[in-house]
Structures are given as C-alpha cells and as structure tokens.
C-alpha cells in the first residue's frame, strides 16, 4: 500500500511538472528546457514574498502565483518572442541559456543554502494515516489534489475555453489561426505564463513538502521524460507518461537498487525513442524510416 | 594567374593545383605565418597562469570542432558531448589504472571507444531528427555518465583516478610549456582534420545532408551511412579531446561531465558561429575565457573580497545573457561579426548601406 | 568595514605586484559557490574574519596576512587554474584546499610540483594525512572517513536497549556511499543486523521510497552520513512513515539550527565540533566577532573555519620570519593548537600524522522537557596510528 502512495505522489510530481512542457510544446512547438529552473525560481519568489507577507501565509502563497504568472509573460514578451519563427534549436537553445541565466540569479539573490519556506509561512507537514496501511503526509495529499485540479482545469479549459480553442488551433496550424484573427503572440504569452503557473505550483508544493534548494533543477529535467513517453503535445499522455515513469523509479528502488533510480526515466526515454518517438498520444511527426 | 593582389575579394583558381592549396593570397599568407610564429613565441613571454589559459582553449577547441563538425556541418544536433568526453577521459583512466597503459596505446583507444559510443549515439539518429535526436543524445549522455560514476565507485576512487604525466619518447610531459606545445600540435591537426574533411567528398555529403535530407537522398548520398560517419568521426574526436583533459589535469572524475559541460560546449559553437570552423576556434576562446575575464574585472572593484561569493553566480548569469544575446542579435556569431569587420575594411572607403525601405 | 578593505586593498596591491612581499601569503582555493558552498563558504567566511580580527591585532610576528580568497566552484579544472595562480603568481607559502574532494586531486599536484604545505580545512580529509603523512597535506576538518562510522556505531552500541538492527543511508555520491560500506562491513563488529543500505541519489523530489525500504525491513536504528540534505530529506520521510525510533547522523554546519527547528528527541547528531549552545567563552568570542563583521552566515557554523585561522596561526607563528614554504612545513609538523572548547581535545600533529593524534566525538540531541540541545554522550577518542 506505502508503495503505491509513492508511486502516486511521484506519479503526481512529474505530471504536474510534465504538463508545463507539454503546453509550450503543443502551441509553440518548442522545447522549454528552463521549466527546472522556472519552477525553481518561482519557488524561490514564494520565500520572498513569504517574509513580505510575514502573517498571512496565503496571501503570500497567492502573491508567488501571481508573481509566476507574471514572470511567465514576461519571459515571453523579452526573449522568446524574438525567437518565433526562427529554428528550433535555436529557440531551445535559448531556453537553455535562460535556464543557466535564471540558475546565476536564483543564487545572486537567494544564497545557494537550503531553505524550509514552510517555516517562514508557519505551516507543519502533518501526515495522517490512510485505509490500508500508508501514511502520506499533508502536502503530498496536496500536490495530488493539486495534480488532479490542473489538469482537470487545464482539460476544461483547452476544450471549452476561448482562449484555450485559440490556443489549440495556434498549435495546430499557426498560420491558419493567424489568418483567422487569433493573435498569435497573446496565446503564445498565456501559455507560457500557464506552463511557469504549473511550473511553480509544482515547485512550491514540492518546497512545502521537503525543503528548498538548487537541485529543483534536476527534478524538473527528470519530469521530462514523463511527458516525452506520453507523447510531447499531449497532456493525457504526460499523464499516463508520469504514472509510468513513476511507476519505474519506485519499483526499482524497491525491488532491485535505488541507484538505478536516477537513470531510470531516461532508460524509459530512450526505449520509447526507439519504438516510438512520437510517444504514446503525440502526433506523428514527420521521421525517417530507415 | 601567379601574381595575386595581396588582399582581394573574389575567385583566382586557374588550375587544378591551384584548387587544393588552403590559403590563396599573400596576404593570408603572411599573416598565418605571423600568427603561426605568435602562437610559437607565446608561451615563451607569459607565465605559467596565462600558458595554463592557453592550454584550455585548446582543449576546449578539439572539442569544439568536433561538435561543429557534427552540428554545425552534419546538421545532427547532439546534447551528449559531455558523455563523450567522459568516455574519452574514463577510457585513459580506466586503461591506466589496471594496465597501467602508456600515453601512446592508451590515446588511440580512447578514440576507438569514442568511435563505438559514436555509432550508438548515431543510431538514433536514422530515425530521428532535430529535437527528438537531441533529447536521445542527452539521455545517452546521462547513461554514459552513470556507468562512469559506477564505475568510480566499484573502485573506490572516491576523489577521482589519478593518472600520472604522459610520456613520450622518454620524456615526462609535465611542465605547461610542454603541454602548450602538445595541445597546439593536437589542436592545429584537429583543425587540419577537420579542413581536410570537409573539403573532401564526406564534407559535401554532410553540408547537403544538413540543407536537405531528402535531396540528399535524391542525389544518391547515402544518408544513413553519411549521419553514422558524422557521429563516429565527431565522437573519436571527442573522446581524444576527452583523453587529452584527462592527462593535462591529471586525473579523472565523473563530477567534471556535467550537462553544464555539453552546454558550454554547444554555447561555443553558437557564439561562434554555426557552419564555420573559425566559428568553433572563436567560440572556444570566448567561452573559456569569459569566467577569467569576469573574475578580473570583479577583482578589479573596489571590495573585491566581498564579491568573491558570488562570482560564481555572476558567472552562470554572464554565461547565460551572452549566449541569449548572440542568439537573439546575432545568430552569426563572432564569425559573423568577424566577415563584417573584414568586409568593413577590405570595402573601405565604401561603406555597407542597406538598401533605403528594407529594414 | 573599513579593515576589509583595507586588506582587499592590500590584496589587490600585493596580487598586482608580484615581487617583495611585506606579509604572510596564504592561497585558498574554495567552493564558495556552486551546489556544495554551503558546506565550504561559512567555514571561508569564519577564516576570513578570524585573520582579519588577526591582522587587526599586529599580525602575526608582527606581520600581516594576506589572505588570497579565490573560488573554484568545486569544478576541478578551475581548482587547478587556482593553484597555478597561487603558486606562480601570487607566491603563497601555504596552501588551503576547501572545497569538494574531486578537487583533491590537481591541488596536490600542484601542491607537490611547488613544494608548499597544503592544507585541507572543510573537506573531507584525504588519507595521505594519515600515518604515515604525505609530508605536504594536513588537514583540520572535523569529519574522517572510517572513524566516523566507528565512533557513531560505538555510540549505537552503547545507547542502544536490545538488538539493533541497523539501517544505513547514504547519498549517490563516492564518499558517502563508501562510508556507509564501511559501516555495513563493520556492523557485525558491534552485533548489529544490518537492515540495509539506501543509497540515494541527489536530485530526489520525493524521498519516502527510500525511508519506506528502511522501515519495511525492519530498522530500529538507522544511521546516515552524507550531505546534510540527504541525512535529514531521510529522517523527515521516516518520521512521515510513522517511524518511530533512533536515527544517528553527521553533525554538520547546519545541525544545531536544525535540531532546534525538527525538535525531536529521537534525533542524534554525532559531530567533532562543539555546538554553540553549550556557550563556552570561545564561543561567545567567536558570536562577537561575527556580529562585528556583520557575516552573512550565522555564528554556529564558523567552527570550521574558526578551528582552521587558530591552526594556521600557530603555523605561523612557529615558521617565524622571513617565512617560506619549507620552514612553514616544518612548523606544522610539530604543531599542537589548544583549541579552547571547539573541539574535544587539541590538534596535534606530528611528523606521521597530519589528521590528529586523538579524534574526539560528542553527541547531541534536543530535550523537550529542557527545550534544549543537550549532550548525550560526551566527549570520547579514538587514537589514531
């Protein structure tokens, strides 16, 4: 029982993380490789703004939403939009080198020492016992919630939504979306200020859960392969992709050696690249057969 | 036509020998001897700081052409540099520790496993293009690193393997003077190799293959051989570049190959510029100096003390804006700014006028 | 304020000429940044402060000394660029290494092509300070490889009430895991059952699979030395898990915040260095000082670096002047410092031996009825041949 509530808060872990790659990927068709750094700086942005708001942790929890929110845009609007249109490794690149840019000034600002945000917001991680035998504690039960909440939301939201329709078809075909009146560069905006939304809940409910510091980074490359193996445009699949990689990591930690636990995800990443590429949702793109 | 104008812009081949010789003018003639003969006095006139600064860009350059050649020529984008560099090292370490091999057996290895990993890194790429090949070079390059660091620790060299000086024909390769030559001699024949090949059949196979799969395919190059050729040859290289690390430093340790390191490497070819040997040589000492050059301009300010806890962050953070700003201003790089600065002077008192209406 | 820089100053002054040199050039290469400096960089800070508070006083033998600070965030490749900068350019007669081990191997190298005394003060000691000593690496941090493991499982044995099975977590990192090997082996030793050994990669988001294998297999006592974050990420999760027995671990810099903040009884720290709330008046001078230089580091975990400005003064002092490298060497390798209360015993170091002679350990843990850090055991040695 203990080892399926691990393999379900990590499950919910990478999904939550996953699903930020997946929405720039699907709409802008580029790969977002700062998302670690993203999530690790708005993290960081929750400490700030937690000693603002001394008493009111909520408001402080609420504020760093906002605060990445912003800071999604914002990426977007300075760099990225210069970006659109050229090659893809270059907008990869660039994500990349804002990533190690974001790395510099989280530790300028913030010192590389690890930090408990849940001290200064005056929380405690309460567990409680679960029907069957596991404990899990408070902000574990949280982040899954939270998980379910996203993707529901974002679900609803792509489907139903206006601007999620528009951010659909930018995604499907951005020259006919843009002949249609959709503007390109204000979807492009929102989800990059959606995926660092994802992105720093993720980030902050981790932090909450077990301490702040540097290696959120790593983390965040670790989700990668989740949404890789459930297809990159498809947020059912980062789902399914994150369950299975979840699924993996604890197994092996269990059963065979803990070590392995690292490489896990991108052994499951290479053997999905072999079979198949495009994952398990994605769209076909175009590739050799040889 | 024998009597070439010193400095000239244009095409003078007469004959077929004419066709093979790599620098046409005399003016280029000239100043590669100067700058050969600089390149040779040097480390004669500075310090052991300045020539250990030296001995690093060209460690870097090996590496840098190598990925030039595979991204920058080839088209193949690879993430995984860093694990091929690990596998050059390891492979010296590993060879030096049970057999206690020697510098000439041990380097020729390094470049055989070089060339092996390069054919499994390689092999995704006949399925994949773009970013799905670079994100299988970067999980291989994850793999690679880990059976490294198993490696390190099945052993118990929990500080790293210490390798000793490489010998050669007697004599103990340890003082920076010595090396600055060996790594110059090193870095120009990989520069050599690398001119060499793309001039060659393989060199136009791998440009059509970045301009166009299909029409290379068309045109009856054999892609899938042309791709593996592109990543065995890159990654032997590498590896050599890998080895060559191991034995200046003298030591081997799993920590050195971060994705920093492949990201270093890539930010090389870019700032340089992509699609230009120069590029990769420019790219490699930007990159490797650009900490130093940072570190004394903070030691520079008044309260340097103060700042030295920081330097490291300033760094990351300097790294990261340059490359952004070389993306976003100038995907040339500094081969391109190089050309403008050429073409300024050798149009001078003419000047670069775009036309009125098209910006 | 002003002292520093006034030495910044004089740092700058004496870098940029590199002839005559009116002071004591002590080189130190560190990781003052990059994922580990929060092991290194308080303990750089306290030197600092410690030989600015020197310098301030007269000096030693009436000379300055100048501290040349240079950072190599724990990459070895700039470590070595460091020490060819310290030993060519800046001509220091002594040599610091305070960083991570895989810079080890190029700063002795360096070291050794120099012939200047190295010093190790934060990192893990490497073993050619044990007899028989390299004559050139000493070494002044509190924690040692085998000893540790020793002196924890010495303090199971004694603690612990019935059978002891003994679970071990180590990070993914060479050192940690050997140590824990180590322990692994020596546990039948002491007739401890060894429950298992987790080995834990760094950048882990979620540790209770790892504290679940622990528990399922049934360990009473678990013992962890790593990095901070692995050894305590570990007891939360265990803690989360309903577990609830002894967990014995490494007291590093951050220990004494950090059983004030989790508060549990249960939570043992085994440590070389004394925790400041025993107040002792070294420190109490050591609080003073850093509140002075305004530091950015809280006083608790200026041990380290404190321990290393007394060893290096002495050192020193002892070579005379002029000093160079050769009489600071044989300086250190007849050097006993009283270390006040820091540590349990002196640094003693001698011809063979450049680790100490005595390797004392104390154990703290925190008191809900005194609301308090208290001495669980205290101070007991190991020799050490």
Not at chain 1, 70 to 93: K, Q, W
Not at chain 2, 64 to 89: D, E, K, N, R, V
Request: with cysteine; aromatic share 12%; hydrophobic share 55%.
């Amino acid at each position: 029982m203990q080892l399926a509530i691990n393999i379900i808060v990590l499950a919910a872990i990478y999904a939550l993380i996953a699903c930020g790659y997946v929405m720039i990927y699907r709409v802008s068709r580029v790969l977002n490789l700062a998302h670690g750094e993203l999530m690790m700086f708005c993290s960081y942005l929750l400490l700030t703004t937690a000693s603002m708001f001394g008493g009111h942790p909520v408001v402080a929890i609420v504020a760093a939403l906002v605060l990445s929110l912003l800071v999604g845009a914002f990426v977007y609007v300075f760099l990225m939009r210069r970006m659109t249109g050229e090659m893809v490794l270059a907008a990869v690149l660039t994500t990349i080198a804002l990533g190690v840019l974001i790395r510099g000034i989280a530790i300028l600002f913030w010192s590389a020492q690890q930090q408990y945000p849940i001290t200064r917001l005056g929380f405690s991680n309460m567990t409680f016992a679960l029907p069957g035998g596991g404990r899990i504690s408070l902000f574990a039960a949280l982040l899954i919630a939270t998980t379910a909440l996203v993707y529901g939301a974002l679900f609803l939201f792509l489907r139903f939504g206006r601007w999620g329709i528009r951010m659909r078809a930018a995604g499907q075909n951005p020259l006919l979306a843009a002949q249609r009146g959709v503007s390109l560069h204000a979807v492009y905006a929102l989800t990059w200020s959606l995926a660092t939304l994802t992105g720093a809940l993720a980030g902050i409910l981790i932090s909450l859960d077990s301490g702040l510091d540097a290696t959120m980074v790593t983390i965040g490359l670790k989700a990668f392969p989740a949404a890789l193996v459930g297809g990159l445009d498809s947020l059912a699949g980062a789902l399914l992709g994150a369950l299975i990689i979840a699924f993996a990591e604890v197994m092996m930690i269990h059963y065979v050696d803990p070590l392995l636990s690292d490489v896990v995800p991108f052994l499951v990443l290479i053997a999905m690249l072999v079979v198949r590429p495009w994952g398990l949702f994605g769209t076909k793109e175009e590739l050799d057969r040889v | 036509m024998s009597r070439v104008p010193p400095r000239t812009s244009g095409y003078f081949r007469t004959g077929y020998g004419q066709d093979f010789r790599l620098i046409e003018t005399r003016w280029r003639r000239v100043s590669a001897a100067l700058f050969s003969l600089a390149l040779l006095v040097f480390p004669f006139l500075v310090g052991g700081y300045y020539l250990d600064l030296a001995n690093q860009v060209f460690l870097a350059s090996i590496g840098a052409l190598s990925l030039m050649l595979l991204t920058g020529y080839a088209g193949q984008i690879s993430l995984g540099h860093a694990g091929l560099l690990a596998a050059g090292a390891f492979t010296v370490g590993i060879l030096f520790k049970e057999w206690n091999a020697p510098f000439w057996i041990a380097l020729p290895a390094a470049a055989f496993v070089g060339a092996m990993l390069g054919v499994v890194f390689g092999l995704p790429s006949l399925r994949l293009r773009g970013l799905y090949l670079a994100i299988s070079t970067l999980a291989l390059h994850f793999v690679v690193v880990y059976v490294g660091g198993e490696y390190q620790t099945e052993r118990g060299d929990y500080t790293g393997i210490i390798i000793d000086a490489p010998s050669l024909f007697g004599y103990s390769i340890v003082s920076p003077r010595l090396w600055y030559f060996v790594l110059l001699f090193f870095a120009a024949a990989a520069l050599f190799i690398c001119i060499n090949l793309l001039r060659s059949r393989t060199g136009r196979a791998w440009r059509a293959l970045r301009s166009n799969e299909t029409v290379a395919a068309a045109l009856g190059i054999g892609v899938a051989w042309n791709k593996l050729l592109a990543f065995v040859i890159s990654s032997a290289m590498t590896a050599v570049a890998g080895a060559l690390f191991a034995y200046y430093r003298g030591f081997v340790s799993v920590e050195a190959f971060s994705l920093f390191l492949t990201i270093q490497y890539v930010a090389m070819i870019i700032i340089g510029g992509m699609g230009y040997l120069l590029g990769a040589v420019l790219g490699a000492v930007f990159v490797t100096l650009l900490p130093y050059a940072i570190e004394a301009i903070m030691s520079a300010l008044p309260g340097a003390q103060a700042y030295a806890g920081i330097i490291f962050a300033v760094n990351y953070a300097a790294f990261g804006l340059v490359m952004i700003l070389f993306l976003v201003f100038e995907p040339l790089g500094l081969v391109g700014i190089w050309h403008r600065l050429q073409n300024y002077f050798q149009q001078w008192p003419f000047k670069n006028r775009p036309l009125a209406g098209s910006k | 304020m002003r002292m520093k820089i006034a030495v910044a100053a004089m740092a700058v002054a004496i870098a940029g000429s590199a002839s005559a040199q009116d002071a004591y050039v002590v080189g130190i290469t560190s990781a003052l940044t990059g994922p580990p400096a929060s092991t290194y960089a308080p303990a750089m800070e306290a030197l600092r402060i410690y030989i600015d508070r020197v310098n301030t006083n007269g000096g030693i033998n009436g000379k300055k000394v100048n501290l040349v600070l240079l950072d190599d965030s724990a990459e070895p490749s700039k470590a070595a660029a460091n020490m060819k900068r310290l030993t060519t350019q800046d001509e220091a007669i002594l040599l610091i290494n305070a960083s991570l081990s895989s810079t080890y191997a190029p700063t002795i190298g360096e070291a050794k092509r120099a012939s200047i005394p190295l010093l190790f003060a934060g990192g893990v000691c490497p073993n050619e300070v044990y007899p028989p000593a390299d004559p050139l690496q000493f070494c002044t941090t509190a924690y040692a490889a085998t000893f540790d493991s020793r002196g924890a499982l010495t303090f199971v044995k004694e603690t612990a009430k019935g059978e002891v099975t003994l679970g071990l977590a180590a990070m993914a990192i060479p050192l940690s895991r050997g140590e824990m090997e180590f322990a692994q082996k020596i546990a039948p030793e002491f007739g401890f059952k060894v429950a298992g050994l987790e080995v834990i990669p760094p950048p882990t988001p979620d540790y209770t699979p790892f504290a679940t294998k622990l528990k399922d297999a049934g360990a009473n006592w678990v013992f962890s030395w790593a990095p901070w974050v692995t050894q305590v990420r570990t007891f939360e999760a265990l803690r989360r898990l309903d577990w609830k027995n002894d967990y014995l671990t490494w007291a590093h810099l951050e220990a004494e915040g950090e059983l004030q903040r989790l508060k549990d009884q249960k939570l043992f720290v085994i440590g070389a260095n004394s925790l400041y709330q025993d107040n002792l008046p070294i420190h109490q001078e050591i609080r003073e000082a850093v509140k002075k230089a305004g530091a950015k580091y809280p006083a608790e975990q200026m041990s380290e670096g404190w321990i290393a400005g007394m060893v290096i003064e002495a050192a020193l002092k002892g070579a005379g002047w002029p000093a160079t490298p050769a009489k600071v060497q044989e300086s250190m390798q007849a050097l006993k410092v009283d270390l006040k209360g820091l540590r349990g015993g002196p640094i003693e170091w001698t011809k063979d031996n450049h680790f100490r002679t005595k390797q004392f350990y104390r154990v703290y843990r925190w008191d809900d009825a005194k609301k308090a850090i208290v001495v669980a055991k205290d101070w007991y040695s190991f020799d050490v041949k």
